[in-house]
């Protein structure tokens, strides 16, 4: 410790995410700490945190004491590019003498699918579909349900007949004189034929 000169170290305040590559829209968690002239985490310390967003809208970030860490949480991930993590710290030493100091670390929110940046239910359109397939465009609520289940007790099917077309329709279509006049004229050739062969004594 001499010769390396850390007994006169300065201590330094640290900031860990526990994620440096995550979905727009998923939590953050990060912890901070202060590490004091022996190197070791200090206890007590107090924190001021502010994450900047992409766009440059900046947030404070409250911490609080979890197990051995203070840590943090951020929800406000929504739009995808990079953000910042600022940390503002200090903490007494074994001393007594306060260590502080300030740190910095960048993560970045990716764009994920387009269905799973809206997980809530689009009220409008589903009353849009159900219109379109003839039902009720206002979306039910769960105490709808008794008057929903009493109206559909009672309800009936539409009184509604299926046109079906038949093609060709046999039952509509009349037998014109084209088909036995053919028949005719084919029997009358063979039984020419046959009389033909046999008066030449072919038979």
Same mark, same amino acid.
């Given at each position: 410790?001499?010769?390396?000169?850390?007994?006169?170290?300065?201590?330094?305040?640290?900031?860990?995410?526990?994620? %440096?590559?995550?979905?727009?829209?998923?939590?953050?968690?990060?912890?901070?700490? #202060?590490?004091?002239?022996? $190197?070791?985490?200090? +206890?007590?310390?107090?924190?001021?945190? %502010?994450?900047?967003?992409?766009?440059?809208?900046?947030?404070?970030?409250?911490?609080?004491?979890? $197990?051995?860490?203070?840590?943090?949480?951020?929800?406000?991930?929504?739009?995808?590019?990079?953000?910042?993590?600022? #940390? +503002?710290?200090?903490?007494?030493? +074994?001393?007594?003498?306060? #260590?502080?100091?300030?740190?910095?670390?960048?993560?970045?929110?990716?764009?994920? &699918?387009? &269905?799973?940046?809206?997980?809530?239910?689009?009220?409008?359109?589903?009353?849009?579909?159900?219109?379109?397939?003839? $039902? %009720?465009?206002?979306?039910?609520?769960?105490?709808?349900?008794?008057?929903?289940?009493?109206?559909?007790?009672?309800? +009936?099917?539409?009184?509604?007949?299926?046109?079906? &077309?038949?093609?060709?329709?046999? %039952?509509?279509?009349?037998?014109?004189?084209?088909?036995?006049?053919?028949?005719?004229?084919?029997?009358?050739?063979?039984?020419?034929?046959?009389?033909?062969?046999? *008066?030449?004594? *072919?038979?």
């Amino acid at each position: 410790l001499w010769l390396a000169q850390q007994e006169n170290a300065a201590g330094n305040v640290w900031v860990k995410p526990d994620f %440096r590559r995550l979905a727009a829209g998923q939590q953050q968690l990060f912890s901070v700490g #202060v590490k004091g002239k022996s $190197g070791l985490d200090l +206890t007590g310390g107090k924190y001021e945190v %502010r994450i900047t967003g992409p766009s440059g809208q900046s947030f404070p970030v409250p911490v609080r004491r979890e $197990g051995q860490f203070d840590r943090g949480q951020f929800w406000q991930t929504l739009q995808p590019g990079e953000y910042r993590i600022d #940390v +503002t710290g200090a903490a007494p030493d +074994t001393d007594g003498k306060p #260590v502080g100091g300030k740190a910095s670390v960048r993560f970045v929110a990716y764009q994920d &699918e387009r &269905e799973l940046l809206q997980q809530a239910a689009d009220l409008d359109f589903l009353g849009k579909l159900a219109a379109a397939g003839g $039902g %009720r465009s206002p979306p039910y609520r769960i105490d709808d349900l008794p008057d929903f289940l009493s109206k559909l007790k009672t309800a +009936t099917l539409p009184n509604q007949k299926v046109k079906i &077309e038949r093609f060709p329709d046999w %039952r509509k279509t009349a037998l014109t004189p084209f088909l036995p006049l053919w028949l005719l004229l084919f029997i009358v050739i063979l039984t020419l034929e046959w009389g033909l062969r046999r *008066m030449w004594g *072919m038979v």
